[in-house]
């Protein structure tokens, strides 16, 4: 446990002293003032690089003080005169996410093609939550996501999404064609549920009858008799507990006779799933913290601030006596509703939802990703010193977080918006004829002081929720062969989720086959503080995050991984070959949940509304627009958006 995990195989193959060297923060000297220019040779230390790079990432050091100290209301005392760069575009946005880089393609579309457009990010890498991970492996290759994982939505997606999808040339149909989901089951793996003696008494790892939230190449969500069977003989829960269990599974009850389905439903809306477990079908609270955590893939939170009606949705137990009819009731989340059509349309590449990012950026600036197909995109490196090419039409700025954006003049009148932004410690000034703001909308008060007091307020109330998506390299994966672990379940543990890579090979890339192979082992974190109201578990989660140093963070891991694979051998000093977390203390899009927003109700405004409404020559796009935290809708958002600054 306590020996140094050396990351020395992981930068481009190349041995480095230590993996802290190659942080980005410590390239800023020598690349923030270069145009995020590639300073050193290809496989040398300073090589602009930012996929490789392990340790902290998503929102790295360095990429968010600006902000914090604008938020702050310190940025100004420090920040010097801006200069000017003399730059003006057709349009400059800020957020180089998927809602970004899909509005600079419409409004290319939109405006025939040789308009001038400037993105602004505020990392050192494009793609916002979309994010490549790769990391070497001795002689072995391997791709991981950062952030958005796949392409899937709860609910279809839209013809504009699904256009630019096929546009890009991805054939979501063809994906079984790439994923291998014999790999694991054929090797005799499956879910497993973690129980922690901190939690339950005692470290026990045994089959999870259950799963929710598990890789997509395993057991079906639902529950089979004897998977029940085998659950409670081998769970370390108290006797009650176990009985409860069962009791929940199968002998319904209808704990509300007389009331009508809506009636059932408008109840269930309004409690949360841990107060139904409690409160009214009366269970041990085992079950309950069994339960808690099961939520957080999807909402980030657990069940004291999941409705239940919304639990009902995702089948867990306890519901099956109420007989409620089949039809989503009013306020249930999208996530919760099932949807077939939705659920064929699925796409997971290795470094999930970056190739889109990747083919987006390839459509925008040709030179910055060889090649010229969707299986090309995946082995294909970027090149980052041709992003910001003065050259090009469209330029990508990275490390640059806007300060302001306001009219040049009046709104109702101006031609030109102002762009300030922070880069490398100065502060500079672009001109466009229209901006669209496609970042976090939490952030947009702080840059756009002009808009409305109402509009400021409601893009506030858009409280991101924080994750870590961590991704280990193990060496192997002899150890989850010898567990018969390919996802495990630890709801008392500091990440929730671990799931084997899922197994997909696709245009020269190929993923692990053998467990003697190095495979990645993804773990997931959602930051809340259970007993509270969602978006302050929210903004509580967001603090502990930035405030967590990454060696605490690797220890938790290391402890985790032991003590859930140490039964098969596993040794976190030898087997875990680099860590990369992905800190995103605003990650998902804020979603509505009936047990605090009233957002079903008639003649009610919801927040994303108001926050997206257009201002003079400025749009603003996000998901967070669209309160949905999925791809399809920060494309939805950023067509939408370029559509109100293109009209007329
Ligand atoms: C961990 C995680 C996993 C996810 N998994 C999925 C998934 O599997 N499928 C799915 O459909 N969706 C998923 N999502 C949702 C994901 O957010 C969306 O799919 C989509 O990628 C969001 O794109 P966006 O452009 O709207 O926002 P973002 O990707 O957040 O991009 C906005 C960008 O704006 C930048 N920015 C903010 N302020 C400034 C500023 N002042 N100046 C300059 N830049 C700024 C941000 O740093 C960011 O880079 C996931 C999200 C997270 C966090």
Request: aromatic residues 10%; proline residues 6%.
């Given at each position: 446990?306590?020996?140094?995990?050396?990351?020395?195989?992981?930068?481009?193959?190349?041995?480095?002293?230590?993996?802290?060297?190659?942080?980005?923060?410590?390239?800023?000297?020598?690349?923030?003032?270069?145009?995020?220019?590639?300073?050193?040779?290809?496989?040398?230390?300073?090589?602009?690089?930012?996929?490789?790079?392990?340790?902290?990432?998503?929102?790295?050091?360095?990429?968010?003080?600006?902000?914090?100290?604008?938020?702050?209301?310190?940025?100004?005392?420090?920040?010097?005169?801006?200069?000017?760069?003399?730059?003006?575009?057709?349009?400059?946005?800020?957020?180089?996410?998927?809602?970004?880089?899909?509005?600079?393609?419409?409004?290319?579309?939109?405006?025939?093609?040789?308009?001038?457009?400037?993105?602004?990010?505020?990392?050192?890498?494009?793609?916002?939550?979309?994010?490549?991970?790769?990391?070497?492996?001795?002689?072995?290759?391997?791709?991981?996501?950062?952030?958005?994982?796949?392409?899937?939505?709860?609910?279809?997606?839209?013809?504009?999404?699904?256009?630019?999808?096929?546009?890009?040339?991805?054939?979501?149909?063809?994906?079984?064609?790439?994923?291998?989901?014999?790999?694991?089951?054929?090797?005799?793996?499956?879910?497993k549920m973690f129980f922690d003696k901190e939690t339950f008494g005692v470290d026990k790892l045994v089959i999870n009858?259950?799963?929710?939230?598990?890789?997509?190449?395993?057991?079906?969500?639902?529950?089979?008799?004897?998977?029940?069977?085998q659950f409670l003989a081998d769970a370390p829960l108290a006797d009650q507990a176990k009985?409860?269990l069962?009791?929940?599974?199968?002998?319904?009850?209808?704990?509300?006779?007389?009331?009508?389905?809506?009636?059932?439903?408008?109840?269930?809306?309004?409690?949360?799933?841990?107060?139904?477990?409690?409160?009214?079908?009366?269970?041990h609270e085992d079950i309950?913290k069994m339960?808690?955590?099961?939520?957080?893939?999807?909402?980030?939170?657990?069940?004291?601030?999941?409705?239940?009606?919304?639990?009902?949705?995702?089948?867990?137990?306890?519901?099956?006596?109420?007989?409620?009819?089949?039809?989503?009731?009013?306020?249930?989340?999208?996530?919760?509703?099932?949807?077939?059509?939705?659920?064929?349309?699925?796409?997971?590449?290795?470094?999930?939802?970056?190739?889109?990012?990747?083919?987006?950026?390839?459509?925008?600036?040709?030179?910055?990703?060889?090649?010229?197909?969707?299986?090309?995109?995946?082995?294909?490196?970027?090149?980052?010193?041709?992003?910001?090419?003065?050259?090009?039409?469209?330029?990508?700025?990275?490390?640059?977080?806007?300060?302001?954006?306001?009219?040049?003049?009046?709104?109702?009148?101006?031609?030109?918006?102002?762009?300030?932004?922070?880069?490398?410690?100065?502060?500079?000034?672009?001109?466009?004829?229209?901006?669209?703001?496609?970042?976090?909308?939490?952030?947009?008060?702080?840059?756009?002081?002009?808009?409305?007091?109402?509009?400021?307020?409601?893009?506030?109330?858009?409280?991101?929720?924080?994750?870590?998506?961590?991704?280990?390299?193990?060496?192997?994966?002899?150890?989850?062969?010898?567990?018969?672990?390919?996802?495990?379940?630890a709801p008392g543990?500091?990440?929730?989720?671990?799931?084997?890579?899922?197994?997909?090979?696709?245009?020269?890339?190929?993923?692990?086959?053998?467990?003697?192979?190095?495979?990645?082992?993804?773990?997931?974190?959602?930051?809340?503080?259970?007993?509270?109201?969602?978006?302050?578990?929210?903004?509580?989660?967001?603090?502990?995050?930035?405030?967590?140093?990454?060696?605490?963070?690797?220890?938790?891991?290391?402890?985790?991984?032991?003590r859930t694979?140490?039964?098969?051998?596993?040794?976190?000093?030898?087997?875990?070959?680099?860590?990369?977390?992905?800190?995103?203390?605003?990650?998902?899009?804020?979603?509505?949940?009936?047990?605090?927003?009233?957002?079903?109700?008639?003649?009610?405004?919801?927040?994303?509304?108001?926050?997206?409404?257009?201002?003079?020559?400025?749009?603003?796009?996000?998901?967070?627009?669209?309160?949905?935290?999925?791809?399809?809708?920060?494309?939805?958002?950023?067509?939408?958006?370029?559509?109100?600054?293109?009209?007329?």
């Open positions: 446990m306590h020996r140094k995990i050396t990351r020395r195989d992981f930068l481009n193959g190349v041995a480095i002293a230590a993996g802290a060297a190659m942080m980005p923060w410590d390239l800023s000297a020598a690349v923030l003032g270069e145009g995020q220019a590639a300073v050193g040779p290809e496989n040398s230390p300073n090589y602009y690089y930012p996929p490789a790079l392990t340790g902290m990432r998503g929102s790295h050091p360095g990429s968010f003080d600006a902000a914090h100290s604008l938020r702050d209301g310190t940025f100004w005392d420090s920040a010097g005169k801006p200069e000017d760069t003399g730059e003006t575009y057709d349009l400059i946005i800020v957020g180089g996410g998927i809602s970004g880089l899909s509005a600079a393609h419409f409004y290319r579309k939109a405006t025939g093609g040789k308009a001038r457009i400037l993105i602004l990010d505020n990392h050192d890498d494009f793609g916002g939550h979309a994010k490549r991970n790769e990391f070497h492996v001795g002689n072995a290759f391997r791709l991981g996501f950062g952030g958005t994982f796949s392409i899937e939505s709860p609910a279809p997606y839209s013809a504009v999404a699904k256009g630019l999808i096929e546009e890009l040339g991805i054939d979501v149909s063809s994906y079984s064609k790439y994923v291998n989901k014999k790999v694991y089951t054929s090797a005799g793996l499956g879910s009858p259950n799963p929710h939230g598990g890789s997509e190449s395993e057991n079906p969500a639902g529950l089979a008799p004897e998977l029940l069977k009985r409860d069962q009791r929940l599974h199968e002998e319904p009850k209808d704990y509300f006779p007389g009331l009508t389905s809506d009636e059932k439903k408008a109840k269930l809306a309004r409690i949360s799933y841990a107060s139904y477990l409690k409160d009214i079908a009366r269970v309950i339960y808690q955590a099961m939520p957080h893939p999807l909402f980030g939170v657990g069940i004291d601030a999941v409705a239940a009606q919304d639990a009902w949705g995702f089948d867990l137990p306890g519901f099956d006596g109420l007989k409620l009819d089949d039809k989503p009731g009013k306020g249930m989340n999208r996530d919760a509703i099932p949807n077939e059509e939705a659920e064929k349309y699925f796409f997971h590449f290795p470094d999930g939802n970056a190739s889109i990012a990747r083919l987006l950026v390839r459509k925008l600036i040709p030179d910055a990703i060889p090649g010229n197909s969707v299986s090309d995109v995946i082995l294909a490196k970027a090149n980052y010193a041709t992003l910001d090419d003065s050259g090009s039409p469209v330029r990508i700025r990275l490390n640059s977080t806007a300060v302001r954006v306001k009219h040049v003049g009046d709104a109702a009148s101006a031609k030109e918006v102002e762009v300030t932004y922070s880069r490398g410690g100065k502060v500079y000034t672009a001109r466009a004829k229209n901006s669209i703001l496609a970042c976090w909308h939490v952030v947009i008060p702080y840059i756009c002081e002009e808009l409305p007091d109402k509009q400021k307020e409601a893009l506030a109330s858009a409280q991101k929720v924080p994750l870590l998506y961590t991704n280990v390299a193990l060496r192997n994966w002899t150890s989850l062969q010898k567990v018969k672990a390919s996802s495990v379940y543990m500091y990440h929730t989720y671990v799931n084997a890579d899922l197994p997909v090979s696709i245009g020269g890339y190929e993923c692990a086959r053998k467990p003697e192979e190095p495979i990645i082992l993804h773990m997931m974190k959602a930051a809340c503080s259970p007993g509270h109201p969602a978006r302050q578990q929210h903004s509580m989660g967001r603090m502990e995050l930035y405030t967590t140093t990454f060696e605490t963070m690797e220890r938790k891991i290391r402890d985790q991984l032991a694979l140490g039964p098969g051998g596993f040794d976190p000093a030898r087997d875990i070959a680099a860590i990369t977390v992905n800190r995103w203390p605003h990650g998902y899009a804020y979603e509505y949940n009936s047990l605090w927003d009233p957002f079903w109700l008639e003649g009610i405004e919801t927040p994303c509304e108001v926050a997206r409404k257009p201002h003079g020559r400025i749009a603003i796009a996000n998901s967070d627009a669209g309160a949905y935290a999925y791809t399809d809708e920060a494309i939805n958002q950023a067509w939408r958006a370029v559509g109100e600054i293109t009209k007329g």
